[in-house]
């Protein structure tokens, strides 16, 4: 069975005295000097029924981590320390193995660093962005910079900058060495990350940070390689966190404190903040929690989610056993572990297979019968949960991150009697890397469009200014040139018959029009490619997502074309009266579509349920980071 990258196990530690209604959790916690680890472990607590802080050797890399448990009023924290070699690649390489090993839900590092700029010693630097300032070229007189950054997920950063406002976070300060402190602040701002010590503002190293990287406070030796390994992984949420331990300016005068000193009050309060951080991480209960503050709910899955815009995370684990998450504001998360009711897998494929619209929907009929009989499925248990969340408001919007290649039919499932995609706007989530500028949806559409089909009778085609290709190969080479500035790309599969031959990986990986940032493409149906070529239709989804589009509009299935035709008619018609209205965006004129198709449904089941199948089974792919930028700028 495919699985889904790094799977995520649910947490099974068992812990006594667990208030009812707690959530548990996995964090890793990495240092890279004794007294960073000392500090950290100072706030764990023994797992369960020990007497003492236990240890876990990983079986390979023969790294030990320190396991404890930290207690807060809305989760239990299973967490894990370890001290790791100094330097980037080392950060690097035990981040993976962490993550690997213990499935963190959160992974931090915590430590100290020097101090640049508009920072006291004892400060805490919880780093947004990490520049590993190294990276350039280097020419005959001068460096030209080519910066990598790590970046801290959006979750934690959210979470930082609320802990960071409030300052309560100072009341976590543990005792250490020294005499009275004074009480220190926190930023969330950039730092910068090399393999070198710098000790002095004369040396050429820190007048390259001013001059290239003047916005960073402070500078370490092991973030910028943390968050590389990280960001691969979607599944964890991570942060370097930082205490201000030495300035540049007077690094080695140790005539008010030792060294020793200065680092020991680095990491405490380095700490300190971590776990205010980790005790907030799902939301507050006391009274303190502002209502600005209560609006948002950061999630472990490297997303966020407001209210009326609950999320669901779904990945295999191992054979037949599959791990949900679902997330909504402050409402309880539901965390499962379990197996699936079986006809869920076989309606997409009896859509693929072009079955009649009857026995595709009396199959529905009866996986929904099954699934309400089946208490162990973990989608009947999440249909459950997103009944319980309330959700009237036209502007809900469910967030699907889906791991799996089971093609669940997700907008067909029912809550309340109810298609989900006709009950709430639904975005796919496809994990994909796009280092561009985020556009709002009206920016993006202005009726420009490119489209491949060897259909000439469209009636939409008049409504746009469109350039339409019949031949793939001119089609690929539209999309590929500079002078391209089409807002939305049309591939029609229902209307090609032959296997295409003409590989376009090169044209979309090149394509300048993608690369703007502000293009949909509308696949509709499956192009037929020849063996030789090797792309399956998620594989082309995703390349179109990967090289720039700012999502996909697909199906999953191929019904007669008078239906297809129909159907894609509607869209582009709410489309292009939806052009002129700043709130509208792509997802709610699917939703308005699959509502209009199930209340049709209702009138005449015989006639209309072929166009409610075809309708429903419409999803838009877009990248998480910007599912919740979907909606105009004016919204």
């Not at 680095?266 to 205010?276: D, G, I, K, L, V």
């Not at 040139?481 to 591939?491: A, K, L, P, T, W």
């Amino acid at each position: 069975m495919e699985q889904a990258e790094q799977p995520r196990t649910p947490n099974t530690d068992c812990y006594e005295n667990m208030p009812g209604g707690t959530a548990t959790a996995k964090a890793v916690i990495l240092t890279a000097l004794p007294v960073e680890h000392t500090a950290v472990e100072a706030h764990l607590q023994p797992l369960g029924s020990a007497t003492r802080l236990t240890e876990d050797i990983h079986p390979e890399t023969k790294t030990i981590y320190t396991k404890g448990q930290f207690k807060t009023d809305t989760c239990i924290w299973n967490v894990a320390v370890a001290q790791i070699s100094m330097g980037n690649e080392n950060a690097a390489l035990e981040a993976e193995r962490a993550i690997s090993y213990l499935k963190p839900d959160v992974i931090l590092f915590v430590g100290v660093a020097g101090g640049i700029k508009d920072v006291e010693i004892g400060d805490v630097v919880a780093a947004s962005i990490v520049y590993r300032y190294e990276s350039g070229k280097v020419l005959a007189d001068r460096t030209l910079p080519r910066p990598k950054l790590g970046e801290a997920d959006y979750d934690l950063k959210q979470r930082a900058s609320a802990e960071s406002r409030k300052e309560l976070w100072q009341k976590r300060i543990l005792p250490g060495l020294g005499k009275s402190e004074k009480a220190p602040k926190s930023y969330v701002k950039p730092i910068a990350a090399g393999e070198k010590v710098i000790a002095s503002r004369k040396t050429k190293i820190y007048e390259y940070l001013r001059e290239y990287y003047d916005d960073a406070l402070a500078v370490e030796m092991e973030g910028a390689g943390f968050l590389t390994a990280t960001q691969q992984v979607k599944t964890v949420s991570a942060m370097v966190i930082r205490g201000i331990s030495d300035l540049i300016d007077g690094k080695n005068d140790n005539s008010e404190e030792s060294e020793d000193i200065r680092q020991d009050r680095a990491s405490r309060h380095a700490s300190a903040f971590a776990f205010e951080v980790l005790a907030n991480f799902y939301g507050q209960t006391d009274s303190e929690e502002t209502e600005e503050e209560a609006k948002s709910f950061e999630l472990n899955t490297g997303k966020t989610t407001e209210t009326n815009q609950p999320c669901i995370f779904f990945e295999a684990v191992e054979e037949n056993q599959y791990y949900l998450q679902a997330f909504h504001a402050h409402n309880q998360p539901l965390r499962t572990k379990g197996s699936i009711e079986p006809m869920l897998t076989q309606i997409t494929k009896l859509i693929e297979s072009e079955q009649d619209p009857a026995i595709i929907l009396d199959e529905i009929d009866e996986c929904h019968e099954k699934l309400e009989e089946n208490e162990n499925c973990l989608i009947r248990k999440f249909l459950r949960w997103l009944a319980d969340q309330s959700l009237t408001d036209e502007s809900a919007c469910l967030l699907i991150d889906d791991c799996t290649k089971l093609n669940i039919p997700w907008e067909l499932l029912e809550v309340d009697e109810i298609p989900l995609g006709a009950k709430l706007q639904t975005i796919h989530h496809r994990n994909v890397v796009k280092k561009r500028k985020i556009t709002s949806l009206n920016s993006c559409f202005q009726g420009r469009l490119l489209a491949y089909t060897t259909n000439q009778n469209y009636r939409w085609q008049t409504l746009f200014d469109c350039q339409r290709h019949s031949d793939f190969y001119n089609f690929l080479d539209d999309l590929q040139r500079s002078s391209s500035d089409y807002d939305m790309v049309f591939i029609d599969g229902f209307s090609v018959q032959e296997p295409l031959s003409v590989r376009p990986r090169s044209f979309i990986r090149r394509s300048y029009l993608l690369k703007q940032g502000a293009s949909v493409v509308f696949m509709n149906g499956h192009l037929n490619f020849d063996e030789s070529v090797e792309l399956s239709h998620s594989d082309l989804l995703n390349l179109f997502l990967k090289h720039g589009a700012r999502g996909v509009i697909a199906t999953f299935g191929a019904f007669k074309f008078n239906i297809s035709e129909d159907v894609i008619e509607k869209f582009f018609k709410l489309l292009n009266q939806s052009n002129q209205e700043s709130s509208v965006t792509i997802p709610i004129i699917l939703r308005q579509m699959r509502q209009q198709a199930y209340e049709s449904l209702l009138d005449n089941v015989s006639k209309n349920r072929a166009s409610y199948l075809a309708t429903l089974l419409y999803v838009y792919y877009e990248d998480i980071q910007t599912d919740l930028q979907l909606m105009s700028d004016s919204s």
